[in-house]
């Protein structure tokens, strides 16, 4: 199934960010649509139904109740249907033990939250138009980590 736009969703539990990130995407010059969940079990919900429409990238936070990011990773990558994902852990954490693990578990990215919305816009953009196919076939630690 091809689409004209980019199929973005975002899982966290804190509504300002949720709400920020849907702010920018509105300001951003791309076709999307965006999805946001409150946390990891409401994801895993809408993923593992068989019509839900899969996002081409899934920003996910590492720290939320009920199922964490780490805990929604491992599931995904377990699932032959949702592995294809493209993940971006979206984190307020620059823990390096927190880096480690998500790139052995097999996220695509990791971003640190941007602390004001002209750099949310900026790195939601170029998160949004990486080549997966590309970035994902040489996946190392060095492009793991975005900084701005």
Request: hydrophobic share 40%; with cysteine.
């Amino acid at each position: 199934m091809t689409t004209d736009f980019i199929n973005i969703c975002l899982a966290d539990d804190d509504e300002d960010d949720r709400l920020f990130f849907k702010d920018a995407f509105d300001e951003l010059k791309i076709n999307t649509k965006v999805s946001t969940f409150n946390d990891g079990v409401e994801l895993m919900d809408f993923l593992n139904h068989e019509d839900s429409v899969l996002p081409h990238v899934l920003f996910l936070d590492l720290n939320m109740p009920k199922k964490n990011g780490v805990e929604c990773l491992l599931e995904i990558k377990k699932n032959e249907r949702l592995n294809n994902i493209a993940i971006a852990i979206y984190s307020t954490s620059s823990s390096e033990e927190h880096i480690e693990e998500t790139f052995i578990n097999g996220a695509n990215i990791y971003i640190k939250k941007p602390s004001d919305f002209e750099n949310l816009k900026k790195i939601l953009s170029e998160v949004v138009t990486i080549n997966w196919q590309y970035h994902t076939s040489g996946l190392n630690k060095d492009n793991f980590l975005m900084r701005l």
